[in-house]
């Protein structure tokens, strides 16, 4: 570990120390998502199960609430209920991450706890260097840099990062983020035999291949799976328009399903389609665990929307992860379900069985910093809605088939919705903490995910009806 290295460490536990106190009198601060200590979180990085403890690192920077030369943050469970901080994995204090330890993924190799990143690096003129760079730990808490393990290929722009690893007989693979130098976005694939020499094999997808067309100036965040048998990419676009209800975010967070070929090297792919409906939600990494499930975390937060007008930054901290999700398949696309074991953190159960006339009624929500409230066995005539602690809404249109949440808008009083097109909603699981929804329909068909900001102490959820609607209400503060 270089002199600058070990420096940087305790620069960033300093702040911590400086600035901890005033986070944690944020009445915005999560109850139970995965938040920076101060400073800005985004990308979940190196996601794995090692040894039988969950690792989830993240993009962080410790010394401001904006971007920067990031660290890599670690937080280890083995329950996601309780988490542990851990010491810093990595942070930027070497010649080829000088300017951020970039996102990246982690992978086993000989018992040991291998953490494959992008080292980013600017010189004098500014000019854009990227390196993709090894650290490997014996113990799962200190990592030892191994420095550059593959570099830039022929064909492509600096903007080449994110790299996400995987083993299958035999052979490690790799797949990352990339531009070409006709600045249009890709997802490329590496091989490796060891995890420390890496083949370049070449594009396995991306803009104007693949029936696409025009399809984003760069792919972020790239992830590659198996899942009931189908092949799986995660990718994040940027530069799509806006479509319809679709791509109404800055930039955008989806996948495809396919199937990989490496001989020849090819991924038969059909439509994008996003991962999530709502407003804040962007480079998802997954796991596979020891029980065989198919783990997705995401950053609640999306580049260049908004960063600046979160009220959490007067307190030193900005943005959070999702909820880890469990990933299944159903007629072509992919469900998300909250995991079993956030149901342990249910406490004080209430039921209600809601019957409704062009009316409303107030859940008996006691907490809606820190509830689930799930609404099953729905009976309509014409729709329904769902007011949030007067700073948001979901509403079903039963004629228009259309799911909408609603939220003020961070920078004012005006609205501003997304939406999906769904013909009939029979549930709908709704997880609130002190600055963050997340709504699930259909039991993980359709997901909205949103950041707002409620006035504090506000506990006020309640359902209107607009036709004829009966509703089995269940509610719990979670711990």
């Not at 490997?136 to 840099?145: I, L, M, P, R």
């Not at 490690?172 to 590496?190: N, R």
């Not at 006691?366 to 509403?395: N, P």
Request: hydrophobic letters at 35%.
């Amino acid at each position: 570990m270089s002199t600058l290295d070990q420096e940087l460490r305790l620069q960033a536990e300093e702040a911590k120390k400086k600035r901890g106190e005033t986070a944690a009198s944020d009445p915005y601060r999560q109850n139970y998502h995965i938040m920076p200590p101060v400073g800005l979180l985004n990308d979940p990085n190196g996601v794995i199960q090692w040894n039988g403890v969950y690792h989830l690192f993240f993009q962080w920077q410790p010394f401001h609430t904006g971007h920067g030369a990031k660290f890599w943050a670690h937080v280890t469970t083995k329950d996601f209920v309780d988490w542990k901080e851990e010491e810093i994995a990595l942070a930027p204090g070497e010649w080829y991450d000088k300017n951020g330890c970039y996102s990246g993924s982690a992978i086993e190799k000989d018992g040991r706890l291998c953490l494959i990143y992008t080292g980013n690096v600017r010189d004098e003129e500014g000019n854009r260097e990227t390196y993709q760079c090894l650290a490997v730990s014996e113990d799962g808490k200190v990592f030892e840099k191994k420095g550059v393990v593959a570099r830039l290929p022929a064909g492509y722009t600096a903007h080449f990062r994110d790299p996400k690893v995987w083993k299958k007989d035999g052979t490690y693979y790799m797949v990352l983020g990339a531009q070409t130098e006709k600045l249009t976005g890709s997802a490329v694939l590496f091989t490796s035999e060891n995890v420390t020499d890496w083949t370049f094999v070449g594009a396995i997808a991306g803009a104007d291949s693949g029936g696409l067309g025009s399809f984003g100036y760069m792919w972020e965040c790239p992830d590659l799976f198996s899942l009931d048998g189908t092949d799986v990419l995660l990718v994040c676009p940027q530069g799509l328009d806006a479509d319809g209800m679709k791509y109404h975010n800055s930039h955008q967070a989806g996948y495809f399903l396919g199937r990989l070929d490496i001989e020849p090297l090819e991924f038969k792919h059909g439509e994008f389609t996003e991962l999530d409906r709502g407003f804040d939600f962007y480079a998802a990494q997954t796991l596979e665990d020891d029980k065989g499930r198919r783990i997705l975390f995401a950053w609640m937060g999306v580049p260049d929307q908004e960063e600046d007008k979160h009220p959490t930054h007067a307190y030193h901290w900005v943005h959070c992860l999702t909820m880890p999700r469990q990933l299944s398949l159903s007629n072509g696309r992919i469900i998300q379900r909250p995991l079993p074991e956030m149901k342990s953190r249910r406490t004080d159960e209430q039921k209600r069985r809601l019957q409704l006339e062009c009316s409303s009624a107030a859940l008996p929500v006691k907490d809606a910093s820190r509830a689930e409230v799930l609404l099953d066995d729905i009976t309509y005539k014409s729709g329904f809605e769902i007011s949030i602690r007067g700073a948001a809404r979901f509403i079903f249109h039963q004629e228009k088939g259309l799911a909408v949440l609603e939220r003020t808008a961070f920078s004012g009083e005006e609205k501003e919705t997304r939406s999906c097109a769904i013909s009939e909603v029979h549930s709908v699981q709704l997880f609130l903490d002190a600055s963050s929804i997340e709504l699930f329909l259909n039991d993980g068909e359709e997901v909205f995910s949103a950041r707002y900001f409620p006035f504090p102490g506000n506990d006020e959820v309640t359902v209107t009806s607009t036709g004829s609607t009966e509703i089995n209400a269940s509610i719990w503060t979670l711990l």
